[in-house]
């Protein structure tokens, strides 16, 4: 039955955001600038912690890698989100659905691992500072980074088989992507078995390394605490505003949408939160890394000063 219902759903329609013309217009335009700004802005912080060696820490490594991973989910909804716009039909073919919502949850998945994996080097940064670079070796850094990369296509890979299995009675999206609650929504049959899996899935992605930040942060509270001078806690503390302002945006957006029964909220609801986490968290991560960190703003200073002299 399922082959059967699944062989005419060769492509879906997305509902968008809007049908009306002059909004769609307006929102190709804001849409377009915050892509630009995102896809530049993660771009320049990777072409940054490459050329000044000065940012050659476990710190900046997992900020290249949180960067490469915004561009790779950006560019798996965004670019088609803008074409559609300018669409009067909205259509996008059933593999390369399946190829959308594979790529986009993957890089989300990695991404809460690698939150995660940055809370620890932090953790180790602030607790056991001596130790810091022996513990924080470029072995364990790569073998952190690929281990956040196997689990987040592992879970979407198990994810995405589950749900395309299933039989499709409709082959119209209310969404602007193809989203896993927004697909699964269009199954004719009992879906209680994605529920649970749905559910298994947000607990090991999201609330596993959400835990690992809590206990992290608060054994770096603790160890802020006992530093005796007032500068010495603002520098401390200091080091991990950026990430922790980061985290608080993914985490809190992931849990709303994620961690909520599949009937918990509105399909509405579910399309700005995936908005604001598909275009406005990307955007926004290499603007709160670079605007409250004097290491960036110093790299990019020399850099620009390095092409201004070879000129």
Same mark, same amino acid.
């Given at each position: 039955?399922?082959?059967?219902?699944q062989?005419w759903v060769?492509e879906?329609?997305?509902?968008?955001l809007s049908?009306?013309?002059?909004?769609q217009?307006?929102?190709?335009v804001l849409f377009?600038?915050?892509y630009?700004v995102t896809?530049?802005?993660n771009?320049?912080?990777?072409?940054?912690?490459?050329l000044?060696?000065r940012l050659?820490?476990p710190?900046y490594?997992?900020?290249s890698?949180l960067?490469?991973?915004?561009i790779?989910y950006?560019n798996?909804?965004?670019?088609?989100?803008l074409?559609?716009?300018?669409?009067?039909?909205k259509? $996008?073919? !059933?593999?390369?659905?399946?190829?959308?919502?594979y790529?986009? &949850?993957?890089m989300?998945?990695?991404? =809460?691992f690698l *939150?995660?994996?940055?809370?620890?080097?932090?953790?180790?940064?602030?607790c056991?500072?001596l130790h810091?670079?022996?513990i924080m070796?470029?072995?364990?850094c790569?073998?952190?980074?690929a281990?956040?990369?196997?689990a987040?296509?592992?879970n979407?890979l198990m994810?995405?088989?589950i749900i395309?299995?299933?039989p499709?009675?409709r082959n119209?999206?209310n969404?602007f992507a193809c989203?896993?609650l927004?697909?699964?929504r269009l199954?004719c049959?009992? $879906?209680s !078995?994605?529920?649970v899996?749905?559910a298994?899935?947000?607990? &090991?992605?999201?609330?596993?390394?959400? =835990?690992?930040? *809590?206990?992290s942060y608060?054994?770096?509270?603790?160890a802020?605490?006992?530093?005796r001078s007032?500068?010495?806690?603002?520098k401390?503390?200091g080091?991990c505003?950026?990430h922790?302002?980061?985290?608080s945006?993914?985490f809190?957006t992931a849990?709303f949408t994620?961690m909520r029964?599949v009937?918990g909220s509105?399909?509405?609801?579910?399309?700005?939160?995936a908005?604001?986490?598909?275009v406005?968290?990307?955007?926004?991560?290499?603007l709160i890394y670079?605007l409250?960190?004097?290491?960036?703003i110093g790299a990019?200073?020399?850099v620009?000063?390095?092409s201004s002299?070879?000129r």
């Amino acid at each position: 039955m399922g082959r059967e219902n699944q062989t005419w759903v060769s492509e879906f329609i997305l509902l968008g955001l809007s049908s009306d013309w002059e909004t769609q217009v307006s929102l190709f335009v804001l849409f377009l600038a915050m892509y630009l700004v995102t896809v530049l802005g993660n771009f320049l912080i990777i072409l940054l912690i490459r050329l000044d060696s000065r940012l050659h820490t476990p710190m900046y490594f997992f900020l290249s890698v949180l960067s490469f991973v915004d561009i790779c989910y950006t560019n798996s909804t965004v670019p088609q989100m803008l074409l559609h716009f300018l669409s009067a039909r909205k259509s $996008i073919p !059933f593999h390369s659905c399946v190829f959308q919502l594979y790529v986009s &949850l993957a890089m989300g998945s990695t991404e =809460f691992f690698l *939150l995660g994996a940055m809370a620890y080097d932090r953790y180790v940064a602030v607790c056991h500072p001596l130790h810091y670079t022996a513990i924080m070796h470029g072995g364990l850094c790569l073998g952190l980074a690929a281990g956040c990369l196997v689990a987040g296509l592992s879970n979407s890979l198990m994810q995405a088989i589950i749900i395309f299995q299933l039989p499709l009675c409709r082959n119209v999206i209310n969404h602007f992507a193809c989203e896993m609650l927004a697909v699964l929504r269009l199954a004719c049959v009992d $879906i209680s !078995f994605n529920k649970v899996m749905v559910a298994i899935s947000g607990f &090991l992605v999201i609330m596993l390394p959400c =835990f690992l930040v *809590l206990f992290s942060y608060a054994r770096i509270v603790a160890a802020i605490l006992h530093i005796r001078s007032a500068q010495g806690r603002r520098k401390a503390f200091g080091t991990c505003t950026s990430h922790l302002t980061v985290v608080s945006m993914c985490f809190g957006t992931a849990i709303f949408t994620y961690m909520r029964p599949v009937g918990g909220s509105t399909a509405e609801q579910e399309k700005m939160v995936a908005l604001f986490y598909a275009v406005v968290t990307p955007m926004l991560n290499p603007l709160i890394y670079s605007l409250r960190n004097k290491d960036v703003i110093g790299a990019l200073g020399r850099v620009v000063g390095k092409s201004s002299e070879k000129r």
